[in-house]
């Protein structure tokens, strides 16, 4: 008897233990997991070094949107914006002899221009640009204008030269290509390749007249490279080229190709924000058109420009 009750004894002290055992793992296995609070890390909001990283230009210098140089660039006016530019003595397209030039932004990189002025001595000269290629470095733009005198309509040429002119008619129509890069806050470089087609209609190639000195019934392609210091927020010095591979006047009588001495340009400018909206642009320009034009190769040119 003794025997056996030792036995139960003992097997009841192994169960007990057994359970005692068990229990932890049962009540770790039974017991809700409780949730993990999120880390301030996660919950925080992005901080603007988290952001991604800001373009060169900044809004309020001359490198923002709405106040960068739309002249010899591939950019445009943002959608909206107006463009009101008066000035005189230039040789370039749509600002030759003066300019009261109305632009426009539609959108989408999408410009409309036009030169008041021209037509109203009886020069029909509108154009539009499209800014299509917009990377952080690099921008893409094209340029399309069309050109129409009429020699009897252009009223403020001196009496030889309407003799002249009022026996022809003139057709331009340009077309270029532009490339423009911002690599850094100080700088903006361009490259603009452009094919005019010209012709003139009714006067011989041999004659000098106001519309072929102007290169307006001239046919061209050439390169314009550029470069745009900008030295504050407010200010930029501008240098372009233009330098012809070919060009011609064609008319009835024939096509005669012009020398590259006749026909190449350069200038360096000055471009300032005035007050809010209001540009001032001053530049000092070598060409032989400006001789032909007015008197002097080494020329200055002038225009004031309102953004609203």
Known sequence: MALVAWSLVASNAAAQAASVDAAPESSAAAAPVAPVAPSAAAAAPATPA?????????????????????????????????SFKTGALGVGDGDVFAQLGLAYGLGRGVQLNANLMHIGVGLLNVSAGWHFIDTRYFDLGVRLGAWYGH?????????????????LDAVKIPIELIASSMPTRWLELDLGVQYTYATLFGTSANERNLFTDSEIGMQQFFVRPGVRVFITD????????????????????????????RVWGMEAGLRSRLVR????????????????????RLYPAFDLEFRF
Do not use: C, M
Request: charged share 15%; hydrophobic share 45%; glycine share 8%.
């Open 234 to 261: 407010g200010t930029a010095f501008e240098f372009f080229a233009k330098l012809p591979i070919y060009s011609a006047v064609h008319d009835e009588s024939g096509s005669t190709t012009l020398p590259f001495d």
């Open 151 to 167: 020699g009897k309509w252009f009223w403020i040429a001196d009496a030889v030269a309407t003799k002249v002119i009022s026996k």
């Open 50 to 82: 988290a952001a991604a990283k800001e373009p060169a230009h900044a809004l309020g210098d001359l490198q923002s949107p709405e106040q960068l140089n739309t002249r010899y660039s591939a950019y445009s006016l943002p959608a909206g914006q107006w």
């Open 277 to 296: 909206g209001f540009f001032g642009n001053v530049r000092l320009q070598y060409a032989a058109i400006s001789d032909l034009l007015y008197g002097a």
